[in-house]
């Protein structure tokens, strides 16, 4: 998944794109400072001043990177101005199907109750060189034609107008839970494993004894114990590998006995992009594209509680 975040000067684009980051342990790229490694590397003759030119200087480079990444199936953050606002006709539908786009600009009426907060906050993740040039005045303008130009090409703009800090963290929220989507997404076409109260699948001559034994075994005590045992073997699976949403002990274990009645729980881990599925009322977890570790500890942790890991053939 690629996250664009874009918008207006002081809006808070780094912030926003740092949070991100830290959430979701994405690679992030800032176009300014590709801007300033091509000007400083002497690669382009233009400057920091040069804002009319730039975006159609950078942007192509920015674009091809996006492809690149997506192709490669790689999540990345890109921050900065320089994004055109007809920047869709550059992809395709297939590209466009793994791009999130975030425009962030401020309402007049922010700008007028919190200029001096909006100053103060400046440098808040980046230094500024030179702040005077903005004014109130000027930031109006600019928030102004980010708005215009970008909701005239039918984007969605987020306008920032009252409590910043909750905006700002709802697009976190939003965008980490978008990330963890399209991954969980993805890994479910990975190839799998099976955490099993069984070492290894039932022949077609003893389908009818296995078929009692799976409706004896779904009901009652048998489950509850069984989903017990899978409880504690994902809540040791997160003293060595991060879940997503870092859900406690209790939390996983209340997960996965509500899995019963609920239908079914994803555990994602997000670091070592792996998935771990189990649905109400089956006798088995499914563990997605795990690495050589992971499945060596899922193997261990699995023994312990009289479960058995086989891949699926």
Same mark, same amino acid.
């Given at each position: 998944?690629?996250?664009?975040?874009?918008?207006?000067?002081?809006?808070?684009?780094?912030?926003? %794109?740092?949070? =991100?980051?830290? +959430?979701?342990?994405?690679?992030?790229?800032? &176009? @300014?400072? $590709? *801007?300033?490694?091509?000007?400083?590397?002497?690669?382009?003759?233009?400057?920091?001043?040069?804002?009319?030119?730039?975006?159609?200087?950078?942007?192509?480079?920015?674009?091809?990177?996006?492809?690149?990444?997506?192709?490669?199936?790689?999540?990345?953050?890109?921050?900065?101005?320089?994004?055109?606002?007809?920047?869709?006709?550059?992809?395709?539908?297939?590209?466009?199907?793994?791009?999130?786009?975030?425009?962030?600009?401020?309402?007049?009426?922010?700008?007028?109750?919190?200029?001096?907060?909006?100053?103060?906050? %400046?440098?808040? =993740?980046?230094? +500024?060189?030179?702040?005077?040039?903005?004014? &109130? @005045?000027? $930031? *109006?303008?600019?928030?102004?034609?980010?708005?215009?130009?970008?909701?005239?090409?039918?984007?969605?703009?987020?306008?920032?107008?009252?409590?910043?800090?909750?905006?700002?963290?709802?697009?976190?929220?939003?965008?980490?839970?978008?990330?963890?989507?399209?991954?969980?997404?993805?890994?479910?076409?990975?190839?799998?494993?099976?955490?099993?109260?069984?070492?290894?699948?039932?022949?077609?001559?003893?389908?009818?004894?296995?078929?009692?034994?799976?409706?004896?075994?779904?009901?009652?005590?048998?489950?509850?114990?069984?989903?017990?045992?899978?409880?504690?073997?994902?809540?040791?699976?997160?003293?060595?590998? @991060?879940?997503?949403?870092?859900?406690?002990?209790?939390?996983?274990?209340?997960?996965?006995?509500?899995?019963?009645?609920?239908?079914?729980?994803?555990?994602?881990?997000?670091?070592?992009?792996?998935?771990?599925?189990?649905?109400?009322?089956?006798?088995?977890?499914?563990?997605?594209?795990?690495?050589?570790?992971?499945?060596?500890?899922?193997?261990?942790?699995?023994?312990?509680?009289?479960?058995?890991?086989?891949?699926?053939?």
């Amino acid at each position: 998944m690629i996250t664009i975040i874009t918008g207006a000067s002081h809006t808070g684009k780094t912030f926003l %794109a740092q949070k =991100i980051m830290e +959430r979701c342990s994405v690679p992030y790229l800032s &176009i @300014d400072h $590709l *801007k300033m490694g091509l000007i400083r590397s002497g690669q382009t003759d233009l400057t920091a001043e040069d804002d009319d030119v730039l975006t159609d200087f950078l942007w192509p480079i920015v674009r091809e990177i996006i492809k690149t990444a997506i192709e490669n199936k790689q999540n990345l953050i890109v921050e900065g101005c320089y994004v055109p606002v007809n920047w869709r006709n550059d992809f395709n539908e297939l590209y466009l199907n793994e791009i999130q786009f975030v425009c962030l600009a401020f309402s007049e009426m922010y700008i007028d109750a919190n200029y001096d907060k909006i100053i103060a906050h %400046a440098s808040d =993740i980046e230094s +500024r060189l030179d702040d005077r040039d903005c004014t &109130i @005045d000027s $930031l *109006k303008k600019d928030n102004n034609e980010v708005i215009n130009k970008f909701s005239a090409c039918s984007e969605v703009v987020t306008i920032i107008d009252d409590d910043y800090e909750n905006t700002i963290m709802n697009l976190v929220k939003m965008t980490v839970n978008q990330n963890s989507e399209n991954q969980i997404e993805r890994l479910l076409k990975k190839p799998f494993w099976v955490v099993d109260f069984l070492p290894e699948r039932v022949s077609a001559e003893r389908a009818k004894q296995y078929f009692a034994v799976e409706d004896f075994c779904s009901k009652g005590q048998y489950i509850n114990q069984l989903y017990q045992r899978f409880a504690y073997l994902v809540t040791k699976l997160s003293c060595y590998f @991060d879940i997503f949403g870092n859900p406690s002990p209790k939390e996983i274990f209340d997960s996965i006995n509500n899995c019963l009645s609920k239908g079914y729980i994803n555990f994602l881990f997000p670091d070592d992009d792996t998935l771990i599925t189990l649905n109400g009322g089956d006798l088995y977890m499914t563990v997605y594209n795990p690495n050589v570790r992971f499945l060596q500890m899922v193997q261990s942790l699995a023994a312990v509680e009289g479960l058995f890991v086989r891949k699926n053939d």
